[in-house]
T-cell receptor
Framework: AQTVTQSQPEMSVQEAETVTLSCTYD???????LFWYKQPPSRQMILVIR??????QNATENRFSVNFQKAAKSFSLKISDSQLGDAAMYFC??????????FGAGTILRVKS | DAGVTQSPTHLIKTRGQQVTLRCSPKSGHDTVSWYQQALGQGPQFIFQYYEEEERQRGNFPDRFSGHQFPNYSSELNVNALLLGDSALYLC????????????????FGEGSRLTVL
């Protein structure tokens, strides 16, 4: 079974600064999909960004971008120009065939004003 | 357009009791998945329903069962509750149309917080 590891339980960033959240995964597949989801205090999970493994180019969505290193099985999330509204729990997730998302344990992001 | 709605928001049960959680998917979505999120952990896949049938199941005992109705809404039932069943239960919907590799966005509800005493 695939596993997803987030080694940073908690991170802090100053408003307007940049922060990187780490994620590693284990899979024997060559083609797969990875996601970052955000869970604010409202508890509703929101998709932040998605990466397809066969695409070499790193995905970007406005202030959010990923550093996808397929050989290293690493999938980090970079948040630029951090805003107070970015404070949340962030989950890295791997999509298994059968539409199961396998989530990491999460990283709490705190944004300081 | 209402998103995914779940009820109840919070509930408290005692060991051995049974609980039913409900989910209404986002309009136009035909597939519902359920996840369990224990405190401080990531969500874990319980099962997925499409066309009123369970299509995929995670590593959860038979005490966890579900149902999907013709209007695509879904229920999660847990029998013989254990203390370890205390968690946030998340429902997610998607317009998969039967596919087994849906790579789009899952839309989540705000969850039902279950406390078992």
């Amino acid at each position: 079974a695939q596993t997803v590891t987030q080694s940073q339980p908690e991170m802090s960033v100053q408003e307007a600064e940049t922060v990187t959240l780490s994620c590693t995964y284990d899979t024997s597949e060559s083609d797969y999909y990875l996601f970052w989801y955000k869970q604010p205090p409202s508890r509703q999970m929101i998709l932040v960004i998605r990466q397809e493994a066969y695409k070499q180019q790193n995905a970007t969505e406005n202030r959010f971008s990923v550093n996808f290193q397929k050989a290293a099985k690493s999938f980090s999330l970079k948040i630029s120009d951090s805003q107070l509204g970015d404070a949340a729990m962030y989950f890295c997730a791997y999509l298994e065939y059968g539409n199961k998302l396998v989530f990491g344990a999460g990283t709490i992001l705190r944004v300081k004003s | 357009d209402a998103g995914v709605t779940q009820s109840p928001t919070h509930l408290i049960k005692t060991r051995g009791q049974q609980v039913t959680l409900r989910c209404s998917p986002k309009s136009g979505h035909d597939t519902v998945s359920w996840y369990q999120q224990a405190l401080g952990q990531g969500p874990q896949f319980i099962f997925q329903y499409y066309e009123e049938e369970e299509r995929q199941r995670g590593n959860f005992p038979d005490r966890f069962s579900g149902h999907q109705f013709p209007n695509y809404s879904s229920e999660l039932n847990v029998n013989a509750l254990l203390l370890g069943d205390s968690a946030l239960y998340l429902c997610a919907s998607s317009p998969q149309g039967g596919g087994f590799l849906y790579t789009g966005e899952l839309f989540f509800g705000e969850g039902s917080r279950l406390t078992v005493l």
